[in-house]
């Protein structure tokens, strides 16, 4: 079965840090573009960060920029994200997501494959 | 930034149905845009690509159309798991997403 699934989020005051994970199953992570999309509670989905397949191109959403790293381990199938001075404004969950392959073409910034999400919650 | 904006905001709907939802750019995206549905503690889940392309798997119900800066996602005949929330966004420059249209029954 092909599957995303994140881990490593939870309760965490402010300013302070957290390193989520993203284990892929069922497919190769090494032939896709990752990225993080994050969705706060009872609002819409936020785009966060991306990385290229060999890990040589990463980007940021402005609000994140300084604070989030986006890595990733093709030897462990595995995506990451350390996310580091946590403010209140950071609580979501957060999902893993993989480019889009058609047949014929694969778009960068369509997401296909979702985990299930990791909920980070920041408060004191 | 492109600012994503949808129409309407939320829609009241019956079984069979035909719904149309809008999607509406800030500046031109040409045909970078696609379509999710979202259904309560759910991932989202692709459905339309690059404007008008259906992902694999989807009913031929759904449907999307336009470019530059003006988008539809159709919905032929609602079923009744059809029921959900659904987002545009665009790929032109920094994804953006829309801020959704929920669609619920009537």
């Known amino acids: 079965e092909v599957q995303l699934v994140e881990s490593g989020g939870g309760l965490v005051q402010p300013g302070g840090s957290l390193r989520l994970s993203c284990a892929a199953s069922?497919?190769?992570?090494?032939?896709?573009?990752m990225t993080w999309v994050r969705q706060a509670p009872g609002k819409g989905l936020e785009w966060v960060a991306n990385?290229?397949?060999?890990?040589?191109?990463?980007y940021y959403v402005d609000s994140v920029k300084g604070r989030f790293t986006i890595s990733r381990d093709n030897a462990k199938n595995s995506l990451y994200l350390q996310i580091n001075s946590l403010r209140a404004e950071d609580t979501a969950v957060y999902y893993c997501t993989s480019q889009y392959c058609s047949s014929t073409s694969c778009y960068t910034d369509a997401f296909d494959m979702w985990g299930q999400g990791t909920m980070v919650t920041v408060s004191s | 930034d492109i600012q994503m904006t949808q129409s309407p905001s939320s829609l009241s709907a019956s079984v069979g149905d035909r719904v149309t939802i809008s999607c509406r750019a800030s500046q031109s995206i040409s045909s970078s845009l696609h379509w999710y549905q979202q259904k309560p503690g759910k991932a989202p889940k692709l459905l339309i690509y690059a404007a008008s392309s259906l992902q694999s798997g989807v009913p031929s119900r759904f449907s999307g159309s336009g470019s530059g800066t003006d988008f539809t996602l159709t919905i032929s005949s609602l079923q009744p798991e059809d029921f959900a929330i659904y987002y545009c966004q665009q790929s032109y420059s920094t994804p953006t997403f829309g801020p959704g249209t929920k669609v619920d029954i009537k």
């Open positions: 990385i290229k397949q060999d890990g040589s191109e990463k």
């Open positions: 069922g497919f190769t992570l090494s032939n896709y573009w």
